[in-house]
C-alpha cells in the first residue's frame, strides 16, 4: 500500500478508536445533570449516590478520551503537511476555539465535580456538573464546525497558487455556519446522547438480572429509558434533515450512499441490499422510487446519479458506503423499537420481569456506537476523493516526505498502543461497575424511611 492509503488508514483508525470516548462523555454527562438535579430538587439520596457513582466512571472516560486524542494533532502535521497548510487558517481557528472555549470550561470544573463533594455548596457543584457538560458539548461544536467546513465550505477565500494555495477566513460566522455544519451538529449531539444513556442503561440492566443495588439501579434504568426513547425518536428527524442537506450541497454523496447511478430515472430506496459499483448495479428489497419522493415529494421524480460525475471525482468505495450508511439506519430503527417496547413493558409493569429483555439492554451499549462509527465512516468516505469538498483532493493533501514504510511503522505501534489503552479501560470499567455503587457510600439496603419516601423504590416497576 502507498502512503496515501496508509495515512488514511491511520487517521481512520486513531480517531475512530479516540471517538468511542467523547460521545459518552457528552452524552453521561447530560445524564449526570438530570441525576444531580434531580437530588438537588429532591434531598433523596438515592439520586446523590447515583450522581457519585457515575461521576467517577465520566472521569475515566474523559481521561482515556484525552489520551487517545491529542496524537492526531501531530499526524496533520506529519502526516497531511499540505492539508493543514491549506486549512489552517480555518481548522486552526476551529480548534484553538475548542481549546479555549470547551475543553478548559469541561477540564477546570471537572475537578469540581470530582472532589467538590462536601467542600462546595450542593448547587455550586450542579453548577459544576451543568459546566462539564456544557464543555463538552461546546467541545463538539467545534469539531463538527472544522469538520463540516470541509464538507460545505463557506466564509472564505483561496490565497496563493499551487502548492502555496490555502483558504483563509473572510466571514467566520459564515464559516461557523456553513450550509451543513448545523444540521450535523445535531445529528451528533444525538448521537452522543444515545451513546451515554444506552450505557447507563447496560450497566444498570446488569445490576437488575444480578439483583444487586436496586435501589441504585432500578431509578437510574427508568431516567435513562425516558432520555433514551426521547432521543431514538428525535434521531430520526436529525437524520433526515441531514440526508437533505446532503442531498442539496453533496449529491454524488447521497447517491453513493444510495448506490443511484442514472441522473435520468427516478431514485429507489433500499432496505438492504449490495452495490456492484464495476456493473453500476444495486441489488436488495427496496421501496420502488422511494427516494425520489423524499426528496421531491413525487415517486418518480429523477434523482442526481454518480454517472453526473466524472469518475475521478466520485468515491471508489461505493458499497461500502452504501453498507455503512444502511447499518447506521438499521440500529437507529433498532433503537427506538428496543426503547418503545421497554416504554411499553414499563407502562404494563413487566419491564423488569422479562430477563431477556434485560439481557438485550447490557449489550445494547454497542448499538450506538457501532451506528456513531458508521456514520462517520458514511460521512468521510462519501466525501472522497475530496478532503475538502471541491477544493483539495485527498491525494493532494499529503506530506510529501513521508514515505509508506514510516506510516506503516508508526501505524502499528499507534495499534498497540491503543489496544494497551482499551484493554486498560475495559479493566478499570469493569472493576468500577462490578464493585458498583457501594464503594461511593451506597448502602446495599436503604433504610425503611427512605424507602417508604421514595416511591421510585417502592415498586421496581
Same mark, same amino acid.
Given at each position: 500500500?502507498?502512503?496515501?492509503?496508509?495515512?488514511?488508514?491511520?487517521?481512520?483508525?486513531?480517531?475512530?478508536?479516540?471517538?468511542?470516548?467523547?460521545?459518552?462523555?457528552?452524552?453521561?454527562?447530560?445524564?449526570?445533570?438530570?441525576?444531580?438535579?434531580?437530588?438537588?430538587?429532591?434531598?433523596?439520596?438515592?439520586?446523590?449516590?447515583?450522581?457519585?457513582?457515575?461521576?467517577?466512571?465520566?472521569?475515566?472516560?474523559?481521561?482515556?478520551?484525552?489520551?487517545?486524542?491529542?496524537?492526531?494533532?501531530?499526524?496533520?502535521?506529519?502526516?497531511?503537511?499540505?492539508?493543514?497548510?491549506?486549512?489552517?487558517?480555518?481548522?486552526?481557528?476551529?480548534?484553538?476555539?475548542?481549546?479555549?472555549?470547551?475543553?478548559?470550561?469541561?477540564?477546570?470544573?471537572?475537578?469540581?465535580?470530582?472532589?467538590?463533594?462536601?467542600?462546595?455548596?450542593?448547587?455550586?457543584?450542579?453548577?459544576?456538573?451543568?459546566?462539564?457538560?456544557?464543555?463538552?458539548?461546546?467541545?463538539?461544536?467545534?469539531?463538527?464546525?472544522?469538520?463540516?467546513?470541509?464538507?460545505?465550505?463557506?466564509?472564505?477565500?483561496?490565497?496563493?497558487?499551487?502548492?502555496?494555495?490555502?483558504?483563509?477566513?473572510?466571514?467566520?460566522?459564515?464559516?461557523?455556519?456553513?450550509?451543513?455544519?448545523?444540521?450535523?451538529?445535531?445529528?451528533?449531539?444525538?448521537?452522543?446522547?444515545?451513546?451515554?444513556?444506552?450505557?447507563?442503561?447496560?450497566?444498570?440492566?446488569?445490576?437488575?438480572?444480578?439483583?444487586?443495588?436496586?435501589?441504585?439501579?432500578?431509578?437510574?434504568?427508568?431516567?435513562?429509558?425516558?432520555?433514551?426513547?426521547?432521543?431514538?425518536?428525535?434521531?430520526?428527524?436529525?437524520?433526515?434533515?441531514?440526508?437533505?442537506?446532503?442531498?442539496?450541497?453533496?449529491?454524488?454523496?447521497?447517491?453513493?450512499?444510495?448506490?443511484?447511478?442514472?441522473?435520468?430515472?427516478?431514485?429507489?430506496?433500499?432496505?438492504?441490499?449490495?452495490?456492484?459499483?464495476?456493473?453500476?448495479?444495486?441489488?436488495?428489497?427496496?421501496?420502488?422510487?422511494?427516494?425520489?419522493?423524499?426528496?421531491?415529494?413525487?415517486?418518480?421524480?429523477?434523482?442526481?446519479?454518480?454517472?453526473?460525475?466524472?469518475?475521478?471525482?466520485?468515491?471508489? +468505495? *461505493?458499497?461500502?458506503?452504501?453498507? $455503512?450508511?444502511? =447499518?447506521?439506519? #438499521?440500529?437507529?430503527?433498532? &433503537?427506538?423499537?428496543?426503547? @418503545?417496547?421497554?416504554?411499553?413493558?414499563?407502562?404494563?409493569?413487566?419491564?423488569?420481569?422479562?430477563?431477556?429483555?434485560?439481557?438485550?439492554?447490557?449489550?445494547?451499549?454497542?448499538?450506538?456506537?457501532?451506528?456513531?462509527?458508521?456514520?462517520?465512516?458514511?460521512?468521510?468516505?462519501?466525501?472522497?476523493?475530496?478532503?475538502?469538498?471541491?477544493?483539495?483532493?485527498?491525494?493532494?493533501?499529503?506530506?510529501?516526505?513521508?514515505?509508506?514504510? +514510516? *506510516?506503516?511503522?508508526?501505524?502499528? $505501534?499507534?495499534? =498497540?498502543?491503543? #489496544?494497551?489503552?482499551?484493554? &486498560?479501560?475495559?479493566?478499570? @470499567?469493569?472493576?468500577?461497575?462490578?464493585?458498583?455503587?457501594?464503594?461511593?457510600?451506597?448502602?446495599?439496603?436503604?433504610?425503611?424511611?427512605?424507602?417508604?419516601?421514595?416511591?421510585?423504590?417502592?415498586?421496581?416497576?
Amino acid at each position: 500500500m502507498d502512503a496515501e492509503i496508509l495515512s488514511r488508514i491511520q487517521f481512520a483508525f486513531t480517531i475512530s478508536f479516540h471517538y468511542i470516548y467523547p460521545p459518552l462523555s457528552i452524552g453521561l454527562g447530560l445524564l449526570l445533570v438530570v441525576f444531580e438535579g434531580m437530588y438537588l430538587k429532591t434531598g433523596n439520596k438515592v439520586y446523590e449516590q447515583i450522581t457519585r457513582f457515575w461521576i467517577k466512571i465520566f472521569s475515566l472516560i474523559f481521561g482515556i478520551g484525552v489520551a487517545t486524542g491529542i496524537i492526531m494533532e501531530f499526524e496533520f502535521g506529519t502526516n497531511w503537511a499540505t492539508y493543514s497548510k491549506y486549512v489552517g487558517d480555518i481548522f486552526g481557528s476551529a480548534l484553538a476555539a475548542e481549546g479555549i472555549f470547551a475543553f478548559a470550561l469541561e477540564a477546570g470544573f471537572l475537578g469540581i465535580l470530582i472532589f467538590g463533594w462536601n467542600r462546595v455548596s450542593p448547587k455550586v457543584h450542579f453548577f459544576s456538573a451543568l459546566m462539564v457538560f456544557l464543555g463538552a458539548m461546546f467541545s463538539a461544536i467545534w469539531i463538527v464546525v472544522a469538520n463540516s467546513w470541509q464538507q460545505t465550505p463557506a466564509g472564505y477565500h483561496i490565497v496563493g497558487e499551487g502548492m502555496n494555495a490555502r483558504a483563509e477566513i473572510t466571514d467566520f460566522w459564515a464559516m461557523v455556519f456553513n450550509p451543513s455544519s448545523v444540521d450535523r451538529l445535531i445529528h451528533v449531539w444525538i448521537g452522543a446522547f444515545l451513546a451515554g444513556t444506552f450505557l447507563v442503561l447496560s450497566v444498570n440492566a446488569f445490576y437488575i438480572l444480578k439483583k444487586r443495588h436496586l435501589e441504585i439501579a432500578i431509578p437510574s434504568f427508568k431516567i435513562a429509558l425516558v432520555t433514551a426513547t426521547l432521543f431514538s425518536l428525535l434521531q430520526l428527524l436529525a437524520g433526515s434533515r441531514s440526508a437533505e442537506g446532503v442531498a442539496k450541497n453533496q449529491p454524488a454523496k447521497l447517491a453513493t450512499m444510495e448506490g443511484h447511478y442514472d441522473s435520468s430515472s427516478k431514485a429507489d430506496m433500499y432496505l438492504f441490499g449490495f452495490v456492484n459499483n464495476k456493473e453500476q448495479k444495486t441489488t436488495g428489497i427496496k421501496i420502488p422510487g422511494g427516494l425520489s419522493f423524499l426528496l421531491h415529494g413525487n415517486f418518480n421524480e429523477p434523482v442526481k446519479g454518480l454517472n453526473a460525475f466524472r469518475e475521478d471525482e466520485r468515491p471508489k +468505495q *461505493v458499497n461500502a458506503v452504501f453498507q $455503512l450508511y444502511h =447499518l447506521m439506519i #438499521a440500529i437507529g430503527m433498532a &433503537l427506538i423499537a428496543l426503547t @418503545l417496547y421497554a416504554c411499553i413493558q414499563w407502562k404494563r409493569k413487566k419491564l423488569f420481569d422479562q430477563r431477556w429483555l434485560m439481557i438485550v439492554f447490557v449489550w445494547s451499549v454497542l448499538l450506538p456506537q457501532v451506528a456513531n462509527q458508521a456514520g462517520w465512516f458514511t460521512a468521510e468516505m462519501g466525501r472522497q476523493p475530496w478532503v475538502v469538498y471541491g477544493l483539495l483532493k485527498t491525494s493532494d493533501a499529503l506530506s510529501k516526505t513521508v514515505s509508506a514504510n +514510516q *506510516v506503516l511503522f508508526s501505524l502499528i $505501534l499507534f495499534m =498497540l498502543v491503543y #489496544a494497551l489503552l482499551f484493554v &486498560l479501560f475495559l479493566y478499570l @470499567l469493569n472493576k468500577k461497575i462490578k464493585h458498583g455503587p457501594a464503594e461511593y457510600g451506597a448502602k446495599e439496603n436503604i433504610d425503611e424511611g427512605t424507602r417508604r419516601n421514595n416511591p421510585v423504590i417502592q415498586q421496581k416497576n
